[in-house]
């Protein structure tokens, strides 16, 4: 089925959905994320990705509440979070991203609903300030689950990172620099042999862009807080971290749920990556449609963007790129 099949006109009146944007792969509603989900049907879907309200009382509009007792916020998420296990095919994934404080009380719940945790993804968000007698705050987590073992897995790579003033690699790779494989390396959590993890390379160029495959720390994705880039005032998250999720846990022509649509990033990324989507928003949905409607008539968002050709730019812009082989 296509996501305009989904939900039925009269389903949609019943849930008091309402569409407020189509196009050629996805719809999007105006409504409760609750009433959207249980408007699916049963394995209908190949990912879900959820960014909800964090509970730290921030604006979001009529309607929306961010500021509930901590077993009211658990037991509401729980109610989202079993829908969305509900409409995932056998193999599908879920993405939740959230506080390291509600990732906890989420993969417990998960776990218990026979969820197959994957990874928890450390998204670096730094310049946060502490609070009280705690460590100032330097990621959100992205907890990663699938409905039994996962259906699809795409290997993404990533340019390795370099800094922005220098040019020169972050991270130390041992000596190994010219003989790094041109397709990347595989970071793993031990390294036994150097010839485990790296492979001899003919020539190295200077000028090529290496990759890496990604893994569980993100550091790259860039906080949204510019006017120039922002769709909205409550927070919203950047393309680069929509379309890798959507590059590894799914294939072009499958179906991507959001039932938060917030200002539309994931939609803009499906549209971007070529999958089917279907989203709701409870609250302003103009920041969406602006977004989708930006990308429709050929306006992409290049600064924020993971997606990119191997040898497009030059090693010390190349931060925001992104391969699949």
Not at 46 to 72: C, H, I, W
Not at 169 to 179: A, L, M
Request: neutral net charge; proline residues 6%.
């Amino acid at each position: 089925m296509l996501p305009f099949e989904l939900i039925s006109p009269d389903v949609a009146i019943k849930q008091k959905l309402q569409q407020v944007y189509l196009s050629e792969y996805g719809i999007l509603y105006q409504g409760d994320c609750r009433k959207f989900l249980s408007a699916l049907p049963d394995e209908s879907v190949d990912l879900v990705f959820a960014d909800p309200p964090f509970n730290l009382g921030k604006e979001y509009g009529e309607g929306v509440s961010d500021r509930m007792k901590t077993d009211q916020y658990l037991s509401w998420s729980q109610k989202w979070l079993d829908q969305s296990i509900r409409v995932l095919k056998p193999g599908g994934s879920l993405f939740v991203f959230n506080l390291p404080r509600w990732c906890i009380d989420y993969g417990a719940f998960l776990n218990q609903k026979g969820m197959w945790f994957r990874h928890w993804i450390a998204c670096r968000m730094p310049k946060a300030f502490p609070r009280g007698k705690k460590m100032s705050p330097a990621h959100y987590g992205l907890i990663y689950y699938t409905k039994g073992e996962p259906a699809v897995f795409n290997k993404v790579y990533t340019p390795i990172q370099v800094c922005r003033h220098c040019g020169g690699e972050i991270r130390d790779y041992g000596g190994h620099r010219k003989r790094l494989n041109e397709k990347g390396i595989n970071l793993m959590d031990v390294w036994d042999m150097p010839e485990d993890v790296w492979e001899d390379a003919s020539e190295a160029n200077s000028n090529e862009v290496l990759w890496a495959l990604t893994e569980e720390m993100w550091t790259d994705i860039p906080p949204v807080r510019h006017r120039r880039h922002k769709k909205r005032v409550p927070n919203e998250l950047a393309p680069i971290m929509l379309e890798r999720i959507i590059a590894m846990a799914s294939n072009p022509g499958q179906i991507v749920v959001d039932p938060f649509g917030g200002s539309g990033t994931t939609f803009y990324a499906a549209e971007k990556l070529h999958r089917y989507w279907i989203g709701s928003e409870i609250g302003d949905t103009e920041p969406a449609i602006e977004r989708l409607t930006d990308l429709a008539n050929g306006i992409i968002e290049e600064w924020e963007s993971a997606r990119g050709n191997k040898k497009l730019k030059q090693r010390k812009t190349a931060g925001s790129q992104l391969l699949i082989p």
